[in-house]
């Protein structure tokens, strides 16, 4: 018995089918749904935690592979550091959880942790480095 | 008012016409002596708009002498001319790299040029051009490696030692193309990341990044060029530099809306200050992931009332300002256009493209831009930035050539 935590994108056309579903039903996994987050008209984003056999959670992942769903190891944590960021907001079109916005008033950059799936596709954006992981 | 749907000579030409309007409300030697004995009346160019709506054009024109406008964005072509120089026994620098950066040595003895986007040859694009000049900025020892031929005057052949900004003589930078007047939307509609100067596009449109400060930007604010020329003094990363001419690819025939704003990337400037009195705090080294090292530089540039004319110009909103999204996952020079959008559209965070909602990201910094047009105001207001007349105007009329391969015959 393992466990592992992925963040799971489902593409537009996927988005309705009941996928998780089968996770439990086909590869007897125990999961946990962390945060997720489903767009009209964008993709959908899940952060999971799997629980099962080691070769059943592999199988699943290759199974979600084949739908169409891309899948990562999930992060620890994400961090702003505030002494680089020019509050430029080029992180926050890459964002699809909205965890990282622009304030409507000032237009500086506002990191929400609580809506953040840690998928780390901001990580490469920054033009500054000023978003960093930690594992 | 002679604003409408025109191209820059129209306007030009009705301007001259309209003899009433060259007789200027104010004259810069007004509002600097208004400057001298703190009386002058200044605001950054996201007040004014509030403040025409309240009061008109008219009173606007009378009681507001300058707005201050500013821009903080990644500008490419930038770089900086250093003396560093003669060593004993001197030498002719014919190769030159700074941290490992190569720098252009082809000038005089111990003159080089640095270029913002030259890459480091040991870091890659994790340190470049940039990134010396940000080092230099901030006072930290910078490694100056030369190799040279020798000749009678210039025997030596080899030298490697560390500099300062304060070891060296001149340093200044002088950056062809800067504070473009508007630029593109970029997004990608291909099936595959990819990674480009407007930022990390995902793929099947899953994203929009737009540069530009839109309301505050300095030449969206005085869209025919009518207050900012060659000579003009500007906040230029901190110091007080200059318009030193046109910037390259200064393309004033691009198509306008009816209050003067060019609906893509026109005019832009090439610009002159001090390095050495420069703040880390305007000017930033950066990477794009897998496209190369540039710079953030922040402008600031005082655009006086002169008459209300200027206003109609200055009370220009993000609303009013309409720029192109274009597919960069093409990769040609002529990119398919996905339609206009205008500023608010792109700052409230999604716009649609083929009716499906993407998400927008700056790749210039708006609260930097405020800040730069804060300070720039509170320098004038303190007296210890002062107002200049261009010497020359920028053109009005410029060809935008393209690069065709083509043999001597075919010229």
């Known amino acids: 018995m393992i466990k592992r935590k992925l963040v799971l994108s489902f593409p537009e056309n996927i988005v309705t089918k009941p996928i998780t579903y089968k996770l439990v039903k086909e590869f007897n996994l125990e999961f946990n749904i962390l945060r997720a987050e489903i767009t009209p008209n964008m993709e959908g984003k899940m952060l999971i935690e799997l629980r099962g056999d080691k070769a059943q959670i592999d199988q699943s992942i290759e199974y979600l592979t084949d739908t169409g769903v891309s899948v990562q190891e999930a992060a620890k944590d994400i961090i702003i550091d505030r002494n680089q960021c020019v509050d430029c907001g080029v992180c926050t079109s890459i964002c699809i959880t909205q965890a990282l916005i622009l304030d409507s008033k000032s237009f500086k950059l506002k990191f929400n942790k609580d809506k953040c799936i840690l998928c780390e596709l901001c ?6 480095s ?3 992981v930690y594992i | 008012m002679i604003i409408g749907k025109i191209s820059i000579l129209e306007y030009y030409n009705l301007l001259n016409l309209n003899q009433d ?24 160019a996201e007040e004014i708009i509030d403040y025409v709506k309240e009061k008109g054009t008219k009173k606007a024109a009378k009681e507001v002498d300058v ?30 790299w700074l941290n490992d950066v190569p720098a252009y040595a082809g000038i005089a003895a111990v003159d080089v040029y640095i270029g913002a986007t030259e890459l ?86 899953g994203n929009a990044n737009y540069c530009s400060a839109g309301q505050l930007s300095p030449l969206l604010n005085d869209p025919y060029y009518r207050t900012i020329g060659i000579g003009t003094r500007i906040f230029f990363g901190g110091s007080q530099g200059y318009v030193s001419w046109y910037g390259t690819q200064h393309n004033p025939g691009k198509e306008r809306l009816a209050n003067g704003t060019p609906c893509g990337p026109a005019g832009s400037l090439a610009l002159i200050g001090n390095l050495k009195e420069m703040s880390p705090q305007y000017l930033k080294a950066c990477t794009f992931h897998n496209y190369g090292v540039t710079i953030f530089m922040g402008i600031g540039i005082p655009i ?5 004319e200027m206003v109609e110009f200055l009370k220009i909103k993000d609303g009013d300002i309409y720029t192109e ?16 959008v205008n500023y608010k559209q792109l700052r409230s965070g999604k716009i649609k493209i083929n009716g499906k909602f993407v998400q927008t990201g700056s790749i210039s910094s708006y609260p930097r831009a405020l800040e730069i047009s804060n300070v720039l105001k509170k320098e004038i207001e303190n007296g210890k930035f002062y107002l200049t007349a261009s010497v020359a105007p920028l053109p009005p009329e410029e060809k935008y050539s393209s690069l065709d391969i083509l043999s001597k015959e075919e010229l």
């Not at chain 2, 006086?304 to 209300?308: G, L, Q, S, T």
């Open chain 2, 120 to 205: 480091s040859e040991t870091e890659g694009m994790n340190y470049g051009g940039a990134y010396v000049i940000e080092d230099l900025v901030l006072g930290k020892p910078v490694k100056l490696r030369a190799t040279s031929y020798g000749t009678d005057c210039y025997p030596r052949r080899e030298i490697e030692t560390y500099i300062t900004r304060d070891t060296i003589n001149q340093a200044y930078l002088f950056n062809p193309r800067n504070a473009y007047q508007n630029y593109a939307v970029a997004t990608n509609s291909s099936n595959r990341t990819i990674y480009t100067y407007m930022g990390k596009l995902l793929p099947n449109f």
């Open chain 2, 304 to 308: 006086p009332v002169i008459d209300e």
């Open chain 1, 123 to 128: 990580l490469d954006c920054c033009p500054v």
């Open chain 2, 325 to 340: 999204i274009f597919d960069y996952s093409v990769q040609r020079r002529n990119k398919p256009s996905y339609g206009k």
């Open chain 2, 67 to 96: 707005v201050t406008t500013a821009t903080f964005g990644p500008m490419c072509s930038s770089g900086a001319f250093i003396n560093f120089g003669h060593p004993d026994p001197p030498i002719k620098m014919t190769k030159v």
């Open chain 1, 130 to 132: 000023a978003i960093k």
């Open chain 2, 21 to 44: 309007l060259n007789i200027m409300a104010k004259t810069i030697e007004e509002i600097n002596e208004k400057i001298k004995s703190r009386k002058v009346v200044v605001l950054n």
